[in-house]
Nanobody
């Protein structure tokens, strides 16, 4: 089993910054893609950014130029640096990891419990 624990959320004024962290722990062989999603009240969960185990990144249009995703494979940790935050960034942010438990290519998806980000105007 794998646990993902997010931290770093909070309340910030518009234009401010936050850095989210997500640490994976438990028993596994390796982690492929790690990603951040968010879900605002009444909305579907949406992808914010993702990063592969080799460092390739992908961003939602809303995140491009403002957010930076990175990971430390030695620490099994993914980060999301969020700058120039806007009220519309307010949401619960979730970490997702594609985990390999063996040397096969099969992966299992895990989600964290989420961390609240609130941006005031």
């Amino acid at each position: 089993q794998v646990q993902l624990v997010e931290s770093g959320g909070g309340l910030v004024q518009a234009g401010g910054s936050l850095r989210l962290s997500c640490v994976a722990s438990g028993s596994f062989f390796s982690i492929n893609t790690m990603a951040w999603y968010r879900q605002a009240p009444g909305n579907q969960r949406e992808l914010v950014a993702s990063v592969t185990d080799t460092g390739s990144t992908n961003y939602a249009d809303s995140a491009k130029g403002r957010f930076t995703i990175s990971r430390d494979n030695a620490k099994n940790t993914v980060y999301l640096q969020m700058n120039s935050l806007k009220p519309e960034d307010t949401a619960v942010y979730y970490c997702k990891a594609e985990v390999r438990h063996t040397m096969s290519i099969r992966t299992t998806l895990y989600w964290g419990q989420g961390t609240q980000v609130t941006v005031s105007s």
